[in-house]
């Protein structure tokens, strides 16, 4: 399916709490701003078989594009591209541009006076270590650069799990390939306030609404406390500029907020919400 895209995400970090997944959020929320409809979101641990089963796994449901964070780094257990390998079933080797990228790194971290010596150490080789047939991309704020592979009709792109560094990259290369497969389209939100009335008595509100506007999608989010009901609405769609997404957004709330009202429900904007 085109359009789409899974997550995998990589670290023992992650697993045991120590570390938010914030890189997840990022880029789910990235994607969908680009048009592209995010399918899955997997963690796994920084263990090779368990890399190379989330790859061969989403690889198997044949998403346009997967994107993986963390594990290309220097040390023991960034063993993303290892996985990758294992996945792919390529051999590993050290790709020259890969190491003309990590070579110009150290020296410029030496003509920085960042570090005291350039020299290419065997944990910095590793970081040009990548599967054959796979093409380096530059990491313009860090030192390991990201991955891209092709297998079938999905794109993989793995990427630094720091999250500069992975914004860095998402933008400057993962972003314009995203924005290309959405064709242009983009996603479109708006959200509504209601008090005095609970989740379970707009449900069917919902319902007709959505019915009545069949692209726009519509989840409700209570934000309030037992007896003192407080909900956010939220209205969104994928569509391109000229199908006049707003006006369409527009048409759903207001339909949304009059049914409410009638039940006497009180609403209000986004704008009044934050007043």
């Not at 150290?106 to 599967?131: G, W």
């Not at 079938?152 to 792109?157: K, L, M, Q």
Request: glycine letters at 6%; a negative charge.
């Amino acid at each position: 399916m085109t359009g789409d895209m899974e997550i995998i995400c990589i670290g023992n970090e992650l697993l045991i709490g120590k570390i938010a997944n914030t890189n997840a959020q990022w880029m789910s929320k990235r994607a969908t701003f680009l048009g592209i409809t995010v399918r899955r979101i997997t963690v796994v641990s920084d263990e090779t078989e368990e890399i190379s089963s989330a790859l061969l796994e989403a690889i198997e449901r044949k998403p346009q594009f997967v994107i993986t964070t963390g594990g290309l780094g220097p040390t023991f257990d960034d063993k993303t591209l290892q996985g990758m390998s294992s996945a792919l079933d390529r051999k590993l080797e050290v790709n020259e541009n890969a190491l003309r990228m990590v070579r110009e790194k150290y020296e410029s971290y030496f003509e920085r006076d960042r570090i005291k010596e350039s020299e290419l150490t065997p944990p910095r080789v590793k970081m040009a270590t990548i599967p054959e047939g796979t093409i380096p991309i530059p990491n313009p704020v860090g030192t390991a650069p990201a991955v891209q592979a092709e297998t079938g009709a999905t794109v993989i792109v793995s990427l630094p799990g720091v999250p500069s560094e992975m914004e860095a990259i998402f933008d400057q290369t993962v972003a314009p390939m995203l924005r290309k497969a959405s064709s242009n389209v983009s996603f479109y939100e708006k959200r509504i306030y209601l008090d005095g009335i609970f989740e379970s008595s707009i449900a069917p509100i919902v319902d007709q609404v959505m019915q009545d506007n069949p692209s726009i999608y519509i989840k409700s989010h209570p934000r309030g406390i037992e007896k003192k009901p407080h909900l956010e609405i939220h209205f969104s769609l994928k569509a391109a500029t000229s199908e006049k997404p707003e006006e369409k957004l527009e048409k759903a709330a207001n339909q949304l907020a009059r049914l409410v009202a009638q039940k006497g429900g009180r609403v209000f904007t986004e704008t009044e919400a934050a007043d």
